[in-house]
Antibody
């Protein structure tokens, strides 16, 4: 069974950093692009970033460019999102997702507040 | 980055037909934007209904269909059921980055 399990969400102060992880299983990890998507309280889904199968290509939402870094470890079947310079508007549930496999994780909550 | 537009809310009668649309501020939506449609119900993960404009998954009810219509991606629901009440999101690809629409809250009433 395909599974994506996020972790690492927490309460963090503005300007702080956080690293989210997504553990994958049940599929050939290095064959699929992967994405991070977030949903702020009371808001819609927002695409954040994606990364190619081998990690050589990646794209970001304009508002997170220069602050967030997406990466993957194909040896460990793991996807990460390093978030720096966090702002209140980054508060959201963060999901890792595979479009091709039509699979989402359950999400991990990031709260940016003093 | 582009803005993807959806109707904020729509209402359909049980058994009725409704079309949700997905536009782009950059111009006409084409198959090159690889439109996806997701259904989101409270407390559940989003579920893909349509991918790559028209393709359904094994769990996609036959009453849902995807198309391109008037320069937009479209999701048509024919024969609405009470269980179709949900939020619907489209997702478009812009040669690397993707953008979600703001979502349509569909009420079956």
């Amino acid at each position: 069974e395909v599974q994506l399990v996020e972790s690492g969400g927490a309460l963090v102060q503005p300007g702080g950093s956080l690293r989210l992880s997504c553990a994958a299983s049940g599929f050939t990890f290095n064959m699929y692009w992967l994405h991070w998507v977030r949903q702020a309280p009371g808001k819609g889904l927002e695409w954040v970033a994606n990364i190619k199968t081998d990690g050589s290509e990646y794209y970001y939402l304009d508002s997170v460019k220069g602050r967030f870094i997406i990466s993957r470890d194909n040896g460990k079947n793991s996807l990460s999102l390093q978030m720096n310079g966090l702002r209140a508007e980054d508060t959201a549930m963060y999901y890792c997702m595979s479009l091709s496999l039509h699979k989402w994780g359950q999400g991990t909550l990031v709260t940016v507040s003093s | 980055q582009a803005v993807v537009t959806q109707e904020p809310s729509l209402t359909v009668s049980p058994g009725g037909t409704v079309t949700l649309t997905c536009g782009s501020t950059t111009g006409a939506v084409t198959s090159g934007h690889r439109p996806y449609w997701f259904q989101r119900k409270p407390g559940q993960a989003p579920r893909t209904l349509i991918f790559e404009t028209t393709n359904k998954l094994s769990w996609t009810p036959a009453r849902f269909s995807g198309s391109l219509l008037g320069g937009k991606a479209a999701l048509t629901l024919s024969g609405a059921q009470p269980e179709d009440e949900a939020d619907y999101y489209c997702l478009l690809c812009y040669s690397g980055p993707w953008v979600f629409g703001g979502g349509t809250k569909l009420t079956v009433l």
